[in-house]
């Protein structure tokens, strides 16, 4: 894909971002707000499934695992497809799909929505619905903020969850 890389960085800060609550048991889950960091990898691929080259079809996958960004341990991973739907500047910017399911020991949450990349990086990020939970966040709604952050001096991104009981 000739933009790959530009969906592939985006992403990555996206992920580099992650869970930021301080060990994420199950006592600590019970809270409104959570926060996390997301580092990219172990796992990407991108698809060139629409015309070729770097455009509208195309889709990004990612696994990555999910960090405390206090005490920096593994907290648990997600699961992320990124799937580009239309080009704006000469493919300087773009349209994407964004579906994420984060892995946690107290269950899994589930966000998804459309967005343009330089809301990533606009003054406020961007802010996507929170669609659901499994255990512990079973009817979980609410929204997720993305920030772009720092993960030991490479770029990523912040989530911080805002949660409402289903």
């Known amino acids: 894909m000739r933009h790959a890389s530009k969906i592939r960085g985006a992403i990555a800060a996206l992920l580099a971002i992650g869970l930021m609550v301080g060990g994420l048991s199950r006592s600590s889950v019970a809270q409104t707000q959570i ?49 580009v739907v239309r080009l704006h500047r000469g493919g300087e910017d773009w349209t994407f799909i964004l579906d994420v399911t984060v892995k946690l020991d107290a269950g899994d949450l589930v966000f998804y929505g459309g967005l343009r990349n330089s809301d990533l990086f606009g003054e406020t990020g961007a802010v996507l619905p929170v669609t ?35």
Do not use: C, N, Y
């Open 35 to 83: 926060q996390v960091l997301e580092f990219p990898g172990p796992f990407e691929k991108d698809l060139d499934l629409g015309k070729a080259g770097f455009g509208p079809g195309d889709v990004h996958l990612e696994t990555s695992h999910l960090l405390d960004p206090v005490a920096g341990t593994r907290v648990g991973q997600s699961i992320l497809k990124a799937t």
């Open 132 to 166: 659901g939970g499994t255990e512990d966040f079973a009817g979980a709604g609410g929204t997720v903020t993305i920030v772009p952050a720092e993960v030991d001096g490479e770029p990523g991104f912040m989530w911080t969850f805002d949660l409402t009981a289903g």
